[in-house]
């Protein structure tokens, strides 16, 4: 099992920035693929981002959030960071960050993901 726990989310103006966290517990950290997913108000589920277990992999993201948002992992601390710039209203949603045991073969799907945080709700105002 691994437990996986969102912070920083909040209420930010357009524009600004604001860093979620997202700590894990449990298994072997560095053996997770980590990835952040968003759901925005009467919308399906969203990829974010994903990093791989291997130190120096590139890091993907969505189309929507690329050149903007950054993610990045600690496996000392067990944490996972989604850096995110020029917020946009449309950024509105819950974020939940998702570990994948082993590669992550690029996949952008939820459903390839094994365990999931409760997510911490993120609010861009005009």
């Known amino acids: 099992q691994v437990q996986l726990v969102e912070s920083g989310g909040g209420l930010v103006q357009a524009g600004t920035s604001l860093t979620l966290s997202c700590a894990a517990s449990g298994r072997t950290f560095s053996m997770y693929g980590m990835s952040w997913f968003r759901r925005a108000p009467g919308k399906e589920r969203e990829f974010v981002s994903a990093i791989s277990r291997f130190s120096g992999s590139v890091p993907y993201y969505s189309d929507s959030v690329k050149g903007r948002f950054f993610i990045s992992r600690d496996n000392a601390q067990s944490r996972v960071y989604l850096q995110m710039n020029s917020l946009k209203p449309e950024d509105t949603a819950v974020y939940y960050c998702?570990?994948?045991?082993?590669?992550?073969?690029?996949?952008?799907?939820?459903?390839?993901?094994?365990?999931w945080g409760q997510g911490t709700q993120v609010t861009v105002s005009l």
């Open positions: 998702a570990a994948k045991y082993g590669v992550l073969y690029g996949t952008r799907r939820g459903a390839d993901f094994d365990y």
